[in-house]
């Protein structure tokens, strides 16, 4: 399926992990700790960087990214 659609990986660079750093900030206020959220904020800066869509079961991890489908939404997108 993901061969039929032209999914591929975006790379991981240093410019996204820079980007990544700036958005995890914005949470050094939350108890969790800024390094809690470092993950999801590395993921959105891959795809902000690359123009991409995220595909996640999880979109409400990703209140700052506005272009992002559950896997059904974007199964539907193909039929």
């Known amino acids: ?3 039929e659609s ?14 990544a750093n700036q958005l995890a900030i914005t949470f050094k206020d939350d108890p969790r ?3 809690y959220f470092f993950r999801d904020c590395l ?3 891959t795809a902000l960087e ?12 990703f209140p700052f990214l506005s272009d ?3 896997p ?7 039929l």
């Open 33 to 35: 700790g800024s390094q």
């Open 1 to 3: 399926m993901l061969e």
């Open 6 to 19: 032209s999914i591929t990986c975006a790379p991981l660079t240093i410019s996204s992990t820079d980007r």
């Open 68 to 70: 992002k489908l559950s």
């Open 50 to 61: 690359n123009d991409l869509i995220l595909i996640t079961n999880n979109k409400k991890d």
């Open 72 to 78: 059904q939404e974007f199964i539907t997108t193909l």
């Open 43 to 45: 993921i959105v800066a």
